[in-house]
T-cell receptor, first 114, second 111 residues
Framework: DARVTQTPRDKVTEMGQEVTMRCQPI?????VFWYRQTMMQGLELLAY????????DSGMPKDRFSAEMPDATLATLKIQPSEPRDSAVYFC????????????FGSGTRLTVV | QKEVEQDPGPLSVPEGAIVSLNCTYS??????FMWYRQYSRKGPELLMY????GNKEDGRFTAQVDKSSKYISLFIRDSQPSDSATYLC???????????FGKGTSLLVTP
């Protein structure tokens, strides 16, 4: 089965450090999302891309977060500097018109900032 | 107030029971409705996908959408312990747009 691959699986870092999370979307999917999941807020949209172009990043704290798609096989989410309140599970998801945009999620990156 | 509301549970039922999970929403522009299942430490997995109002059935799962009441439901027949997971509703106004999620309902099916 095709899958969305996220790395790292788990990340523990100290406050102030830079964190980079990576996502390999399913081949052929042209829409890629970054979501953040916490117990309090549930799944929140951070940013998404269509054909590598950013469509919406209004959910992302601009001063510390950045999202990019350097090519069609890689999406990155960076946090610099990280803060304890950034501790959450970060999910990448991808989809396309071929799947009627039924999005497939990766297994997530569990981030802990201490 | 969030656009999508979902009772977090937990909901505990005996094996074989019929389970009803529900979401309400406030944005009348939503047209595409989905249910995702999420196991512990896993990503959400798409279960059901419906467009506009009506019912859709897939095996033991039935999704219902009532746009006039802004209310969607997922029914699970003959529930199994393997159905124990968190169920998330999601919706969007246009295909290809970002999904708005409920917070999820935790379901436990006991043998």
């Amino acid at each position: 089965d095709a899958r969305v691959t996220q790395t790292p699986r788990d990340k523990v870092t100290e406050m102030g450090q830079e964190v980079t999370m990576r996502c390999q979307p399913i081949l052929g999917h042209n829409t890629v999302f970054w979501y953040r999941q916490t117990m309090m807020q549930g799944l929140e949209l951070l940013a998404y891309f269509r054909n590598r172009a950013p469509l919406d990043d209004s959910g992302m704290p601009k001063d510390r977060f950045s999202a990019e798609m350097p090519d069609a096989t890689l999406a990155t989410l960076k946090i610099q500097p990280s803060e304890p309140r950034d501790s959450a599970v970060y999910f990448c998801a991808s989809g396309s018109a071929r799947t009627n945009y039924g999005y497939t999620f990766g297994s997530g990156t569990r981030l802990t900032v201490v | 107030q969030k656009e999508v509301e979902q009772d977090p549970g937990p909901l505990s039922v005996p094996e074989g029971a019929i389970v009803s999970l529900n979401c309400t929403y406030s944005n009348s522009a939503f047209q595409y409705f989905m249910w995702y299942r999420q196991y512990s430490r896993k990503g959400p997995e798409l279960l059901m996908y419906t467009y506009s109002s009506g019912n859709k059935e897939d095996g033991r799962f039935t999704a219902q959408v009532d746009k006039s009441s802004k209310y969607i439901s997922l029914f699970i027949r003959d529930s199994q312990p393997s159905d124990s997971a968190t169920y998330l509703c999601a919706m969007t106004q246009n295909s290809g747009y970002a999904l708005n999620f409920g917070k999820g309902t935790s379901l436990l099916v006991t043998p």
